[in-house]
């Protein structure tokens, strides 16, 4: 059974649509770590019809206002992870919003690079 498929506890979830739900990662990264995820069952960003490609782009400027009026980080990284070889864990597409705070990393340069440590620095 998929994760994101059964009953999301109430008290993490920040925004609901028809077709989309955004909640608070149980494993966050940084204060206020949301996962927007569309109601239906896609595996990746590339299974979703464009119908929800489309209004992803709203959902995420809805969950960064929630995140901005609750939390006021200095930045964000929006990301995710598209089959295993990426990362992904839970195969039912969700897309990282992870609010960035300065000081929260020595050297934030480089953001999502990150997720291949050794390409990281451009210098």
């Known amino acids: 059974m998929c994760v994101f498929c059964d009953k999301i506890e109430k008290s993490r979830i920040v925004l609901e649509t028809a077709e989309w739900i955004a909640f608070y990662d149980l494993f966050p990264v940084s204060k206020g770590h949301i996962l927007l995820v569309p109601k239906e069952h896609y ?3 590339f299974d979703l019809p464009d119908r929800l490609k489309e209004s992803l782009l709203f959902r995420i400027n ?3 206002t929630i995140l901005d009026n609750e939390f006021h980080p200095d930045g964000y990284n929006i990301g995710c992870n598209c ?3 990426a990362g992904q864990s839970v ?3 969700h897309l990282h919003i992870i609010p960035r705070y300065k000081g929260d990393v020595e050297n934030p340069r480089g953001g999502i690079r990150g997720c291949i440590p050794s390409k990281m620095n451009y210098e």
């Open 43 to 45: 595996s990746t960003f």
């Open 62 to 64: 809805d969950v960064k």
């Open 83 to 85: 089959g295993e070889a």
């Open 91 to 93: 195969m039912h597409f």
